[in-house]
């Protein structure tokens, strides 16, 4: 049996939009309810304009974050629709700068 190093830190983080069918009487609330039990959802939020739902999802790498919507996510009754964006790079968080800017020079081109 092979021992596998558990990464604590999250690698991915990635932002999910959903488009649900909503229930009667009870609207968006129970799906978003099951959604935001999953242990890789660190936030839900109702949201205006194509999609219902936007959900932050965390995992350790691209892959665990594509199988969660494949295998638990999309699946779901009641979710219509999904569209997953993987952060690439964080320059602002939470009112922080993160990084400053690099001002590199470009070489000049002339023919």
């Given at each position: 049996m092979r021992k596998t190093?558990?990464?604590?830190?999250?690698?991915?983080?990635?932002?999910i939009e959903v488009s649900?069918?909503?229930?009667?009487?009870?609207?968006?609330?129970?799906?978003?309810?099951?959604?935001?039990?999953?242990?890789?959802?660190?936030?839900?939020?109702?949201?205006?304009?194509?999609?219902?739902?936007l959900v932050i999802v965390?995992?350790?790498?691209?892959?665990?974050?594509?199988?969660?919507?494949?295998?638990?996510?999309?699946?779901?009754?009641?979710?219509?629709?999904?569209?997953?964006?993987?952060?690439?790079?964080?320059?602002?968080?939470?009112?922080?700068?993160?990084?400053?800017?690099?001002?590199?020079?470009?070489?000049?081109?002339?023919?």
């Open positions: 190093a558990v990464n604590t830190s999250v690698a991915v983080r990635a932002l649900i069918v909503p229930q009667k009487d009870v609207g968006f609330d129970n799906v978003a309810q099951r959604i935001y039990e999953f242990p890789e959802v660190k936030s839900c939020y109702l949201v205006s304009g194509g999609y219902d739902l965390e995992g350790n790498n691209i892959q665990t974050v594509a199988d969660f919507v494949a295998a638990k996510l999309s699946s779901m009754p009641n979710v219509r629709q999904t569209a997953t964006h993987f952060l690439l790079r964080k320059y602002k968080e939470e009112g922080q700068i993160l990084k400053q800017p690099r001002h590199e020079r470009r070489q000049n081109i002339s023919y």
